[in-house]
């Protein structure tokens, strides 16, 4: 089996998401207790963890608002947002959408809307797993060349 590298998202539950699809995925196709070798890099959390640690919940929740606060400065989004931008798309045409974010997989679900949604980790997850069982076809179905 190949060794895919993974490098982990700013939010550890996207990382989660990969790990896991990955790991299932390789276990559904070998059997058993099998999962993925797989080398991964994350982001250090630090700053949560000391405030968690020193019991300064307040303090984490000013870090997540005002990060929600920039977000939103930069035009950052709301799932109703989202799910408006999802029903226009539909309206002019479109079969599906694909939620090529991270974030957004963990922040909608196929319940919120009639339109198919593609999710970005479960496709990456299944042609990671795809590619370290030796499938060959991936490398060339990405190839630029």
Same mark, same amino acid.
């Given at each position: 089996?190949?060794?895919?590298?993974?490098?982990?998202?700013?939010?550890?539950?996207?990382?989660?998401?990969?790990?896991?699809?990955?790991?299932?995925?390789?276990?559904?196709?070998?059997?058993?207790?099998?999962?993925?070798?797989?080398?991964?890099?994350?982001?250090?959390?630090?700053?949560?963890?000391?405030?968690?640690?020193?019991? #300064?919940?307040?303090?984490?929740?000013?870090?997540?608002?005002?990060?929600?606060?920039?977000?939103?400065?930069?035009?950052?989004?709301?799932?109703?947002?989202?799910?408006?931008?999802?029903?226009?798309?539909?309206?002019?045409?479109?079969?599906?959408?694909?939620?090529?974010?991270?974030?957004?997989?963990?922040?909608?679900?196929?319940?919120?809307?009639?339109?198919?949604?593609?999710?970005?980790?479960?496709?990456?997850?299944?042609?990671?797993?795809?590619?370290?069982?030796? #499938?060959?076809?991936?490398?060339?179905?990405?190839?630029?060349?």
């Amino acid at each position: 089996m190949k060794t895919i590298g993974l490098l982990g998202c700013m939010q550890w539950e996207s990382t989660l998401a990969y790990y896991r699809a990955i790991n299932q995925g390789i276990r559904d196709a070998k059997g058993g207790l099998h999962s993925a070798k797989l080398v991964m890099y994350s982001v250090d959390f630090a700053a949560v963890d000391r405030m968690q640690r020193g019991d #300064d919940w307040d303090g984490i929740s000013e870090l997540l608002c005002e990060a929600e606060r920039k977000q939103a400065k930069a035009g950052g989004g709301s799932k109703k947002e989202y799910l408006q931008v999802i029903e226009d798309l539909a309206e002019q045409g479109a079969d599906a959408v694909i939620l090529g974010s991270n974030d957004l997989c963990l922040l909608l679900a196929q319940t919120d809307t009639e339109v198919p949604l593609l999710n970005a980790v479960d496709i990456h997850a299944t042609k990671a797993v795809n590619y370290a069982l030796g #499938d060959s076809t991936w490398a060339r179905s990405t190839s630029h060349g």
